[in-house]
Each structure stands twice: as C-alpha cells, then as structure tokens.
C-alpha cells in the first residue's frame, strides 16, 4: 500500500508559477514510478507527467512540455510538479499517482494509487 497527499495547489495569474508536491508512505519510495494527472472541469482525468523511481525516465503531456517539471527527492518521500508559465487552461484537480515498479506509464489504469488531488486554479 502507498499512501499519497497533495499539496501546493491554489490560486495565481495567468503565466504564474506554481509547484504542487506529493508526500508519499507506505513503502520503499523508490521502487514506486510516480505521476501526476488532473481532472480539468467537465472533463475525464489526464495524464500530466510521470517519473521513474530512479528518476532516468521522464514523460511529459504534450501540452505542458517546457512548462512544467516533475522531480523526485526519495530520501524525503515526495514528488513535485513545477509548474511555470501556468494558462487558465491548467485549471484543474491535480492528482499525484503511483505505481509499483521501474516501467514508466502514462495511462490512468497502470497507477494503483492515488491521493485526493489539489485544486489549482490559474486566472487570465
């Protein structure tokens, strides 16, 4: 079982920064892939970023590639979502996910676990 809590979400102006971090327990960190999805309104989940547990491998979503980084520190257990040159586009429930194992994933069924999601909200 892994345990994840977001937080960092908010709100701020159109080409803002923000970054969200999740805090994961529940097992060794670094067996874990780690992702983050949002829910934009009235729209399904969406696939964000991912990273490996040994951070080699990274996927980015087409539309915040250049914009947002995802980084991992497994001697604190958390991940992060830097998110730079936010639009009002961004605007979502931001969900942090994990996955066992070292292969990198961007479909929301290969992540076993999911925390509650952070609101962000970027106004224009």
């Known amino acids: 079982q892994v345990q994840l809590v977001e937080s960092g979400g908010g709100l701020v102006q159109a080409g803002g920064s923000l970054r969200l971090s999740c805090a994961a327990s529940g097992r060794t960190f670094s067996d874990v892939t780690m992702g983050w999805f949002r829910q934009r309104p009235g729209q399904e989940r969406e696939f964000v970023a991912a990273?490996?547990?040994?951070?080699?491998?990274?996927s980015y979503a087409d539309s915040v590639k250049g914009r947002f980084t995802i980084s991992r520190d497994n001697a604190k257990n958390t991940v992060s979502l830097q998110m730079n040159s936010l639009k009002p586009e961004d605007t979502a429930t931001y969900y942090c996910?994990?996955?066992?194992?070292?292969?990198?994933?961007?479909?929301?069924?290969?992540?076993?676990?999911w925390g509650q999601g952070t609101q962000v909200t970027v106004s224009s």
């Open positions: 990273l490996t547990g040994s951070s080699l491998r990274t």
């Open positions: 996910a994990a996955r066992s194992g070292p292969i990198i994933a961007t479909r929301e069924v290969s992540f076993d676990y």
